[in-house]
């Protein structure tokens, strides 16, 4: 018990820093829990999908089996949410506060393992210092807890998969390296166990984390030193240990690989298939991919004008200089860490790291791609790690004043970011904010023509209808043949008395592909024109492809009564008294009722 007691005295000051670095991320994100849901990915994937339901035999299969929903296999984070559904029902501030609270786990979590790091770096050399250990550790975790880049993960609902996969990532991370650098054996044994584990759930939550074993193998080199370079030194017995101990670590990685892959090459639902390569080649993919690894290794720097949305990679030539100059960039760097591997291999470590985690993110099955804040929130570790271990070595180098000197623009750079971060999470307090927001940063890009149609639809969710129809006008002036703008500008415009527009507009959605709901609001059109045989022709097409809309039954009917052919009506009475008897019962009264 005493050595209990001591040893929490010991780490008394770095669990209070831990407490800090958590409540300054919470700070930062304290208005967050009140926000709303929003109408990006929020609706398809958590309080519009049916799947998400409180637990059940039904709900576990559904989970563990499903890629159609999202084409990414994320078992891990339906359970959560499902979980949540059970506690909370669909309550966004239950959601929301689940995500800053994992946010400001990883900050603390984060702060351990660079400890942890810097420990191991500074193993066997007489500067090890415990107090300079825990500055930079806590700076580096500060800096990357408050960064503005990691508001989109953490304000947005359907991204808190990378929240939590970046808790169990950080655990599995910590774990490791008490398995394999602890001196105690007891310790060492269940450290392994743990880190497993965490591994596994960290990519069974997102596969974000896939490229774990790699990071291990990393760690491996420098710097545990577990691996050395040198004739065979990679080949030796030892060595061919520490490489068959990864085989547990990537089992999880494989399989969620794989599920992800045979997706994203059978998509089914609402997800297009990806591009082959004769439409998007090879080169454009490497180019493309060269960019992003640049990308967020400068944009970090410049943490302002902020969207969800980045047009760059929508199209592009891959030989423009942006493109040319971020694949020279990735090789030359790649080369000179390479080249003074021996004097500094903290830095290529870390670049090796960063390539890694940037992989999943690198858009090799999809076009177009984007460069999304949330890319960073894992990836962007490694540069916090580089900038505690610069701050350290800075330490042992000069005084303790020079070294306050240089913290105390860091600090100051902390207090900054956490600012910018808490003005951008007011960006995704509701759908209108959000919209609005990327409208602005978007100018007159054509892919506003999208922004407009989601904008309309919030409209529409909160019934704001001449709102809505503004913005699905606004998108058709882009877009002329954006399908979901004019079926529902057609819808408003036919409640609005406008049958005439309507017909336009549902004629031109349906222009090339073929869909019921469309149609059927191309017969009741027409049939508010009084076009009473054309409407019917038109409902008849809806109701043979699409046998259980019972609403087109009813419409039919009605039609087919205004028509005079009470035969026919009833006859779809009889049909959708199976469907909904509420609807049969009602034309039933206008069949029967007085002429």
């Avoid at 990864?246 to 992800?260: M, N």
């Avoid at 004769?278 to 993919?285: D, L, Q, Y």
């Avoid at 580089?386 to 180098?397: E, I």
């Avoid at 046998?547 to 087919?560: E, F, N, Q, S």
Wanted: hydrophobic residues 55%.
């Amino acid at each position: 018990m005493r050595r209990i007691l001591d040893r929490a005295r010991h780490y008394e000051l770095e669990v209070l820093v831990s407490l800090l670095l958590a409540l300054s991320a919470i700070l930062a994100l304290h208005r967050v829990p009140r926000f709303a849901f929003v109408m990006w990915d929020d609706d398809i994937e958590l309080y519009r999908n049916p799947h998400v339901l409180p637990l059940s035999l039904e709900a576990l299969r559904w989970m563990f089996t499903d890629v159609a929903q999202t084409q990414r296999y994320i078992p891990l984070s339906w359970l959560n949410w499902c979980t949540l559904d059970r506690l909370f029902g669909m309550d966004p501030y239950a959601y929301h506060l689940e995500n800053v609270l994992l946010h400001a786990a990883n900050a603390a979590l984060l702060f351990w393992l660079i400890r942890a790091l810097l420990a191991l770096a500074e193993r066997g050399e007489a500067t090890g210092n415990g107090l300079r250990r825990n500055v930079a550790a806590a700076l580096g975790a500060l800096l990357w807890a408050l960064h503005p880049l990691r508001v989109e993960a953490t304000a947005w609902v359907t991204q808190e998969r990378f929240t939590q996969s970046t808790f169990f990532f950080l655990i599995a991370l910590i774990a490791y390296l008490h398995a394999v650098g602890g001196e105690r054996p007891h310790v060492r044994r269940w450290a392994i166990v743990v880190a497993v584990v965490s591994s596994a759930a960290s990519v069974l939550s997102y596969g974000i984390s896939a490229p774990i074993p790699l990071i291990l193998v990393v760690l491996d080199v420098y710097p545990l030193r577990r691996l050395r370079a040198g004739p065979g030194g990679w080949w030796t017995r030892s060595a061919r240990g520490v490489f068959l101990e990864k085989a547990l670590f990537a089992a999880a990685p494989a399989l969620v690989g794989f599920v992800t892959l045979w997706a994203r090459l059978h998509p089914v639902g609402i997800w297009a298939p990806a591009l082959p390569l004769s439409a998007f080649g090879v080169f454009p993919r490497v180019m493309q991919a060269a960019y992003v690894v640049a990308y967020f290794v400068f944009r970090p720097l410049v943490p302002v004008h902020l969207s969800p949305v980045y047009t760059r990679l929508i199209e592009f030539d891959p030989l423009e200089p942006v493109f040319v100059l971020s694949a020279a960039f990735v090789i030359a760097l790649t080369l000179l860490l390479f080249r003074v591997r021996r004097r500094r291999p903290a830095l290529l470590a870390g670049w090796v790291c960063h390539l890694a985690l940037m992989a999943p993110t690198l858009g090799f099955t999809e076009h177009p791609h984007y460069t999304s804040d949330r890319y960073s929130y894992l990836a962007g570790i490694v540069g916090s790690v580089l900038v505690a271990g610069g701050l350290a070595t800075l330490w042992s180098m000069k005084t303790r004043a020079f070294v306050a000197a240089c913290a105390a623009p860091v600090v100051v750079l902390c207090v900054a970011l956490g600012i910018l971060s808490a003005r951008q999470a007011m960006v995704w307090r509701d759908s209108e904010s959000l919209f609005r927001h990327v409208l602005a940063e978007l100018g007159d890009h054509p892919y506003r023509a999208e922004i407009d149609f989601r904008l309309g639809l919030a409209y529409l969710d909160d019934g704001r209808r001449d709102e809505a129809f503004d913005a699905f006008r606004a998108a058709l002036s882009l877009t002329p043949n954006h399908r979901g703008a004019l079926a529902n500008a057609a819808a408003l415009s036919l409640d609005r008395g406008k049958p005439e527009d309507a017909v336009r507009d549902f004629t031109a959605a349906l222009r090339g592909q073929e869909n019921p709901f469309y149609r059927h609001g191309l017969g009741l059109a027409l049939g508010a024109m009084g076009r009473y045989a054309e409407a019917s022709r038109e409902l008849r097409r809806v109701v043979e492809e699409a046998p259980a809309l019972a609403a087109a039954h009813y419409d039919l009917g009605r039609v087919l009564l205004a028509l005079g052919d009470a035969a026919s009506a009833r006859r779809e009475c009889d049909l959708l008294a199976a469907l909904d008897p509420t609807l049969a019962r009602r034309l039933l009264e206008q069949l029967d009722a007085p002429r």
